[in-house]
């Protein structure tokens, strides 16, 4: 059976538009989804990792009644893959009176795990050796400014950076490397928090956090995780939002893609009513002819997914890229995507063309040949 | 060998009982070319649509080799008519958006012998005088070439039986000349061939004759009794 190249040029444009429109809405809603992620990020580490028996108000506080734990568990938490949790970094806390200033004297050493992507970039960054970084309140209160020098407990370290203010405990800290805090303060190798941010992979916060707890009790036993909902919760709302988004525009995509393929299919059957007929009465069976009709679909549905892909792939950069507020890794062809856009065009196809098949099967070949 | 066993075809149109083919029995053998003759609505094309396996008889029974067509499964009866039966259709139903070549190799597709395909066409084109339109479109064609291309594809792969209905109408003599003579050669090799047709001139082509009016056999003559 050869094609009626215009039927089946419409089909392939219609196909082709359809598959584009679906890969530029997931690749758009992937990078948006990412460039909010990113946004939410930065909003700070969302769990807290505490020994079971700390009181979490001695670390809010940041009270002497924190419980010291070896700082070795931090880089065990990052080996463990299973955990849900990325991004660590040790904390050792403590009230600290420097002249007339009480500030939140903090060590703290970010600890990387393999899987960490390189665009997102950890949330802490190593403050560099005999440097202090200081939160906003504690530069005011010691009169600090960058690339001048503060003295705690008789070692003096060169200011680094100033942060914004946050309107938290943060503003008053004073960050400095973990090993040099804990030689300062005389507990080396010791910890008492570690801080670490919950990533969600596809399924709910709370779903998450029981599965983080789940693991964490099992290999960590004697620690606990007390989740910052509020960072949680803005960041799995985010997301929640951007996948129901694209899944109310997926269905309509999908809806109107295998609407245009039934009716084409109808449309070409019908027209091609005598030409079945016709192999009907030379002794095609009906899987036969059904077969020329599917596998035409299914070769126009790979065509069509090949260039919907790239088109929609092209249409996302140009469109979205320019836009995001924040950018994360460089928007381009996804090749990854291509096998499941491929599987879906195709299962889509042949969903579609249930309809048309099921009216050519009922094609009658004495009626077709008898009929004026 | 087709037989045709008491076969009644009854249709109901507007009410009104049609009676297309009332008790009809004839036997074809191989060598057997059966002229089949009638006024219209005579039961002509539905006979050969019964024999053909593509219309079941609301009563008796089509053979062929002893066997009831109407008996076997629906892919049985489609792989008859794929392997044993060409069929000459009075209205060429040849497919307009492939060329002559196509057409006819289309039927060695089905067969699933497609590499006899290129021998096979252009000693039938040869034959019937159309070898040199192989690349053309049907609807490129004349009228009467258009009907040889029709004959090709039905004799195609050497079919046991050939089932031609109104081969010769609307032709010029010339043309109708090439497609008795062609089917008369397939009896002659053997072939069972049944043709239809009104023109009195065709009627002694054959080895046999069926008269047809209102459905019922009149008059048999011809080789043998080969029909009742």
Same mark, same amino acid.
């Given at each position: ?7 089946? !040029?419409? !089909? ?8 584009? !429109? ?31 028996? #700390? ?58 795990? &393999? ?16 440097? #202090? ?41 004073? $960050? ?13 190798? /010791? ?56 899944? +109310?525009?997926?269905? !309509? ?31 095609? &069976? ?9 596998? /035409? ?54 969903? #579609? ?20 | ?35 089949? @003759? ?21 009563? &008796? ?53 497609? @590499? ?65 003579? +062609? ?18 001139? $065709? ?26």
């Amino acid at each position: 059976m050869r094609h009626k190249w215009g039927v089946t !040029l419409l !089909l392939f444009l219609a196909m082709t538009a359809l598959v584009t !429109l679906y890969v530029y809405l997931v690749n758009s809603a992937g990078f948006s989804n990412r460039s909010m992620e990113l946004i939410m990020k930065n909003m700070g580490h969302n769990l807290i990792i505490l020994p079971e028996a #700390a009181d979490p108000g001695d670390f809010y506080l940041c009270t002497d009644r924190q419980i010291p734990f070896p700082d070795d568990i931090t880089a065990r938490m990052a080996e463990r893959e299973e955990l849900a949790s990325k991004y660590y970094a040790s904390v050792l806390q403590t009230r600290e009176k420097i002249g007339d200033a009480q500030v939140v004297l903090t060590g703290i050493a970010p600890v990387h795990r &393999g899987d960490e992507t390189a665009e997102k970039a950890h949330l802490v960054e190593d403050v560099p050796a005999g440097s #202090a970084r200081l939160g906003a309140e504690a530069a005011r209160l010691l009169r600090a400014v960058p690339g001048g020098e503060i003295t705690v407990r008789g070692k003096t370290f060169r200011v680094e950076k100033i942060l914004p203010v946050l309107g938290e405990i943060d503003d008053c800290r004073v $960050y400095i490397p973990l090993n040099e805090c804990q030689e300062l303060l005389g507990m080396p190798g /010791k910890i008492n928090a570690i801080l670490a941010f919950l990533c969600l992979h596809g399924t709910t916060q709370e779903g998450m956090a029981r599965y983080q707890k789940e693991i964490m009790s099992k290999q960590f036993p004697g620690y606990k995780v007390i989740s910052k909902l509020r960072i949680a919760q803005g960041r799995s709302l985010a997301r929640v939002t951007t996948s129901r988004y694209l899944y +109310c525009l997926l269905v !309509l995509v999908t809806c109107i893609t295998v609407i245009v393929i039934a009716v084409t299919g109808l449309q070409e059957v019908a027209e091609r009513r005598q030409e079945t007929g016709i192999l009907l009465a030379m002794g095609a &069976g009906y899987p036969y002819i059904v077969g020329l009709y599917v596998f /035409k679909m299914l070769g126009l549905a790979a065509a069509a997914a090949l260039a919907g892909f790239l088109g929609g792939s092209w249409l996302a950069k140009a469109m979205l890229s320019p836009v995001l507020v924040v950018n994360t890794r460089a928007m381009g062809i996804v090749w990854e995507q291509f096998p499941g856009v491929l599987g879906l065009t195709v299962l889509v196809a042949v969903a #579609a063309t249930a309809l048309p098949m099921l009216k050519l099967v009922r094609t009658d070949p004495n009626a077709v040949l008898t009929e004026e | 060998m087709l037989e045709l066993c008491g076969a009644t075809k009854i249709y109901l149109k507007n009410g009104r009982t049609i009676r297309a083919a009332d008790g009809l029995s004839c036997t074809v053998k191989p060598g057997d070319f059966l002229v089949i @003759h009638g006024p219209s609505g005579s039961g002509k094309s539905t006979l050969l649509l019964m024999a053909g396996g593509m219309l079941p008889p609301d009563s &008796g029974d089509v053979r062929f080799k002893n066997e009831d067509i109407y008996r076997w499964s629906p892919s049985r009866r489609n792989r008859y008519r794929r392997e044993n039966v060409g069929f000459v259709f009075q209205r060429f139903f040849l497919i307009p958006h492939i060329t002559v070549f196509d057409n006819i190799r289309l039927r060695y597709a089905l067969r699933g012998n497609s @590499h006899e395909a290129e021998r096979g066409i252009a000693e039938l084109t040869r034959r019937l005088g159309i070898e040199d339109r192989l690349r053309h479109y049907p609807g490129e064609l004349s009228v009467g070439e258009q009907q040889r291309v029709a004959v090709a594809r039905a004799l195609a792969g050497s079919p046991e039986i050939v089932l031609a209905d109104e081969p010769t109408g609307n032709l010029d003599p010339e043309n109708a000349r090439i497609i008795i003579e +062609c089917l008369r050669d397939e009896a002659r090799h053997g072939r069972s061939v049944v043709m239809v047709t009104h023109n009195h001139a $065709y009627l002694g082509v054959g080895t046999g004759i069926l008269h047809l009016v209102a459905g019922r056999a009149v008059e048999l003559a011809g080789a043998g009794e080969r029909g009742k």
